[in-house]
Structures are given as C-alpha cells and as structure tokens.
C-alpha cells in the first residue's frame, strides 16, 4: 500500500507518532511519503521559531522519502501552510491520505482524493482540553470558527476515520468539532516494542547501571523530558529525598530549555547532597529506551508525553499524575498503573506509591502488568492495522 502523511514535524532521531509509523508501516512492506516541515529541532517548534530561508529538501528515513517543506504562511504557530502539495501527491499516487490533525494542504490532498475514488483519507487528533482551548479566543475563533467551519467542516464528509490519542481528544473533537464518537476511535501513542526487545536481548542493563554505580541488586526510577514546572519532577525529587534508601536510585533523563534553567537549578539543589540520583542528560530514542531497560519503575508526577507509553512498552509499572484530560486509565486494564488525581499529585502520595511499588512482589507483578499492557495497546505492529482497517487497495 502507498500511504502520503501529512504532518508538522518530523525529525528523524525522535520517536514521535509520526517516527513509529513510518518504521512499522515500513517493516510490514507499505511505502510511505512523509510531507512536513523543515523543523530540525523540537524545541524550535514548540516555541514557534521557524526559520523559513531554509529550503525544501528530501531525505530517506526508514526507505520512507521525507519531503520536507517552508510555509506558504504560518500565523503565530497556529495555522500553518505548506507551499503547494499538489506535484508531490499526484506522483506518488497513495492509496491513504493520513493527515496528522487539522492542516490547511489537506485540501490539496482531497482533490486527488476526489478523482480516485479507492483512496481513503484518515485524521488523528492530539488536542484536549489540557493543550488546547485554554481560554474564550483560542475555543470560540481558532477552534469553533477557523479550524471547525474554514477547515474541518468542508473535509469531515471525506474522512473515513479519526483517530483521537487518548479519550480527551475524542471529547475536544467531539464537544468543539461536533464529530459523533461513532466516526472515531482511540489510537494509543504506541512504543517502539522492537527496539524493546533488542535492548533485553543485550547486555545494556548491567553495562549502564555499572557505569552509574549501581549494583544488579539495586532498584531504580526512571523519570524524564523536558524540565518544566509542568512535569512537577521536584515533588518526586522530594519524595525520593525522604526515602533514604541507600538500594533505591533515580535516573532522570533530559534537560531544560532557555525558557526554564530556573527551573532546572531548583532541581539540581534538591538533588545536590543525594548521590544516588543520576542526571543523564538528553538522550535519543535508543538512549531513552536504554536507560528504561536499566531501570524498575518509573514516576511521572504530570505533564504526560511519550515517555510514559516508552516506560509501559519496557515493561515497567508507573505512577503518573493526571492533571486533567491526561488520564492512563483506558491503558490501565492490568493495573500496571498507579495514577493520582490532580488534587493528590503530593510529595507524600508519590512516596507512598514508590514504596509501595519497590516492594519485590509488587514489583515483579508490576512489570509483569506493564508487559501485557504493552503487548495488547502498545505494540505498533498491531496499532498500524487500525489505520488501515478502512483502505482497501484497487486492483
């Protein structure tokens, strides 16, 4: 199958959405076209800065051809168009149009649509109510009036599927976009389940936690991302601080923008006199995946991103904080996750869980929930068959 997505951001050493899809929509034989931007960096993106001198370019990711395109206009990081699609989507002829939420080249897209009446066109969707609409302009112009009646209304009849991220998104799209929960269907942020398996399958666990300074027998947290106030990360230093447990260390992985160094010298004096928390620094996919694999648990104290879903695909329990619209519980079948409601997101409920969870039978049935968890919502060899389930190919 021929699958064109179209998207904000691709950048090849993440493991974004986007990144995952490419990789196993390539490993099961389907050739893929990436259209996207010429972001380079993530931090860029998410601060609107965008340098649009930088010309189109191609480049080849998982034998994925990922075009990469300036803006035609971007206002204020909130409305965002490529220059003309048109060329690129009549060569390769796809057989799916998959648009990653709503993007004005979409239409572009639905006039090749319209003549080829066997391809199927599907939009996932990232937006809740705890990212998006956070105030009376943002709902009642961007959403209700630019996105709604400018964008989604004209193309809604032409989606076969969308494909909200998590169940918030599927309330946002349908209280703020009118689109009946029957025409949708959650698609979990899934892991990179194989690269999983190939980090078990070495010896990087012991060859990390030795390079640490921690023993086989000791037990460890995993915590990372962006230092933000968000992320809440002090409460958890806090917490680990009051354990004092001399077997039981914390790896963090990540760093702090410009925007928040503030922010991250707080953590460093709460951290200061405690040897048995490790700051590791950014690291890439393989990186993060690989510090998961030397780790037990791991503590998320808010702010969800894609490192929760990573930590359950290495099979390790967690304790996460939902701060609204960011529930795991639709992941949480096998009770491999203790969540804590906005109001009890406290150093002293995180104590408690940690303690709780390092207890050895806890433990071991932890990971073994996260391991089942993994394999029924997380393994994107299985999550790709639900963007397919609507395309069939002519002949």
């Known amino acids: 199958m021929k699958i064109l997505m179209l998207c904000e951001l691709y950048i090849e050493n993440l493991e974004y959405q986007e990144n995952l899809l490419v990789k196993y929509y390539r490993k099961h034989g389907h050739e893929v076209t990436v259209i996207t931007s010429t972001y380079d960096n993530v931090f860029d993106y998410y601060n609107n800065i965008h340098d649009n001198s930088k010309p189109a370019r191609e480049l080849d990711d998982h034998g994925a051809k990922i075009i990469k395109l300036p803006f035609k206009f971007n206002f204020k990081g909130k409305i965002k168009k490529y220059t003309d699609i048109t060329t690129i989507v009549e060569q390769f002829q796809p057989d799916l149009l998959y648009v990653h939420d709503i993007m004005p080249n979409m239409f572009e897209m639905l006039d090749y649509k319209k003549r080829n009446p066997h391809v199927k066109m599907i939009m996932d969707y990232h937006a809740d109510y705890s990212n998006s609409a ?3 302009l943002s709902l009642n112009v961007l959403h209700k009036i630019i996105r709604k009646k400018l964008y989604m209304d004209p193309i809604r009849k032409h989606i076969s599927r969308f494909y ?3 169940p918030g998104s599927t309330k946002f799209l349908n209280e703020v976009y009118k689109i009946p929960e029957a025409e949708m269907e959650v698609l979990p942020l899934g892991a990179d389940v194989d690269l999983v398996a190939d980090i078990k399958a070495t010896n990087t666990r012991n060859e990390l936690r030795s390079k640490l300074g921690i023993s086989s027998s000791d037990k460890v947290i995993f915590t990372g ?6 992320k809440k990360t002090d409460l958890l230093l806090e917490a ?3 354990i004092k447990d001399d077997a039981l260390h914390l790896i963090i992985v990540g760093d702090a923008d410009e925007q928040n160094k503030n922010y991250k010298e707080k953590l460093l004096h709460l951290s200061a006199d405690n040897p048995n928390i490790h700051y590791v620094g950014w690291q890439n996919n393989v990186g993060v995946y690989e510090h998961l694999a030397a780790s037990d648990l791991a503590v998320f104290p808010a702010s969800q ?4 879903q990573q930590a359950l695909a290495s099979h390790l329990p967690l304790v996460v904080g939902d701060v609204g619209q960011q529930s795991l519980l639709y992941l949480n079948e096998f009770q491999a ?7 009890n997101i406290t150093k002293g409920n995180i104590k408690k869980a940690i303690e709780k969870l390092i207890v050895d039978e806890c433990l ?3 990971k073994k929930n996260a ?6 919502y997380l393994d994107w060899n299985n999550l790709i068959n639900k963007t397919l389930s609507h395309v069939k190919v002519s002949t």
């Open 364 to 366: 071991i049935e932890g």
């Open 240 to 242: 680990f601080n009051e």
């Open 164 to 166: 909200p991220i998590v």
């Open 134 to 136: 956070n105030n009376w």
């Open 305 to 308: 991103s894609i490192v929760w």
């Open 371 to 376: 391991a089942q968890t993994a394999m029924k």
């Open 225 to 230: 991302g962006k230092f933000t106030p968000a």
């Open 337 to 343: 996750i203790i969540e804590l409601e906005r109001s």
